[in-house]
């Protein structure tokens, strides 16, 4: 069985045609808990017996879970066997190969849930592609990926019209570009400005005032003041980073990340790169609407003034780690000659 969708999902779940081995896994961390909630209830019951589910999560005893996969059901149509966030980086050689064995076994009665909710293999990658490649022949793969901006628009309106509330598509928007793509987030947002909203209506204040702007948000902010040649909105704004008592090393590495990811973005264009290659390439998996982002606030901008602020932010970064500075003062510098380079590279 290939790699199955959402829908595809809900209806083995509702008929109870069920897979031997499913694999759920993605960047959508809110969607994967939710349908591994929902799948191992309706293989075994919302309250299952000792002896039909097996949970296992983290460090794994490989010999423990072949056991319980090997339990024939009792009483009960199923054995549910689930293994959450297995730390695979961690496993050495020979655990990693029982464990791929584990995945092609099949047991009478037996249902194995692989679910990912919350950690995301990266240096075993090829041993996890083959796990994946392996469910798909007589199992199960479900992706929940990030969706993009008009789907989570749709999902933010769908959970304030289930309080009693509206939300205009500009404010969705809005609350999107302040919390990012986390449907978890957004959805304790929501349920936050629904509590604190008297009228119908979320209004743009309740969000200016209630949700918390990520780092990252707010150095996107700076950067895109920067490259626009604002200096006073992109002054004033680093003056708040300070009140906030953000820290003078992570602001650094998020402004350039945020220049990094839009040289990037310039050079790939250039060399008719897409995005989804480029995200490939640099591992951006959910960063990838730091992309569209990027090219967006870089229009006006040179490729040279680009590679230029680059080489102004390493200096920098090497200035604040090696001899010691007055933090404040390198940031006000830098942030001046980033202006300066980008009014020079207008283009």
């Known amino acids: ?34 349908y591994t909630k929902r799948l191992t209830e309706a293989v075994c ?33 199923y054995n549910c066997v689930l293994v959450t966030d297995i730390f695979l980086d961690m496993l050495g050689k020979e655990d990693l190969e029982k464990f791929k064995s584990i995945c092609k076994m099949r047991a009478e009665g037996t249902v194995l849930i692989l679910s990912m909710p919350s950690y995301v293999p990266k240096t075993t990658a090829k041993a996890w592609e083959g796990i994946q490649k392996s469910a798909q022949k007589d199992g199960a793969v479900i992706k929940f990926d990030l969706p ?22 500009l404010n969705a928007s809005r609350l999107i570009k302040l919390c990012g793509k986390d ?54 704004t680093l003056n708040l980073l300070f009140y906030q008592k953000e820290e003078p090393v992570m602001m650094l590495y998020v402004l350039s990340n945020a220049f990094t990811d839009a040289y990037r973005v310039r050079v790939a264009d250039e060399s008719g790169v897409k995005n989804a290659g480029l995200a490939e390439d640099f591992s951006y998996g959910r960063r990838t609407f730091a992309l569209d982002r990027a090219r967006r606030s870089t229009r006006s901008v040179s490729t040279e003034a680009l590679r230029r602020c680059l080489d102004v932010l390493v200096d920098a970064e090497v200035k604040m780690k090696s001899v010691s500075v007055n933090e404040r003062l390198l940031l006000e510098q830098l942030i001046a000659r980033l202006l300066l380079l980008a009014r020079e590279g207008k283009r």
């Open 183 to 236: 449907l978890t987030r957004l959805k304790n947002e929501v349920d936050k400005l629904c509590a604190y909203t008297s009228g119908e209506e979320i209004q743009p204040a309740s969000i200016d005032l209630l949700v918390p702007q990520t780092l990252e948000t707010k150095i996107f902010s700076l950067s895109d003041q920067v490259l626009a040649g604002r200096g006073d909105d992109a002054f004033q």
């Open 45 to 77: 019951g919302k309250t299952p017996s000792d002896f039909n589910f097996h949970s296992f999560s983290g460090e794994v005893d490989m010999d423990t879970l072949a056991s319980a996969i090997g339990v024939v059901p009792f009483m009960s149509e």
């Open 148 to 169: 993009d901006e008009g789907k989570l628009e749709k999902y933010i309106a769908k959970w304030v019209n289930q309080q009693g509330k509206f939300i205009s598509r």
């Open 1 to 34: 069985m290939p790699v199955i969708t959402e829908k595809e999902l809900n209806t083995q779940i509702k008929s109870r045609a069920f897979a031997p081995l499913y694999v759920l896994c993605g960047s959508e961390q809110m969607y994967i808990k939710q």
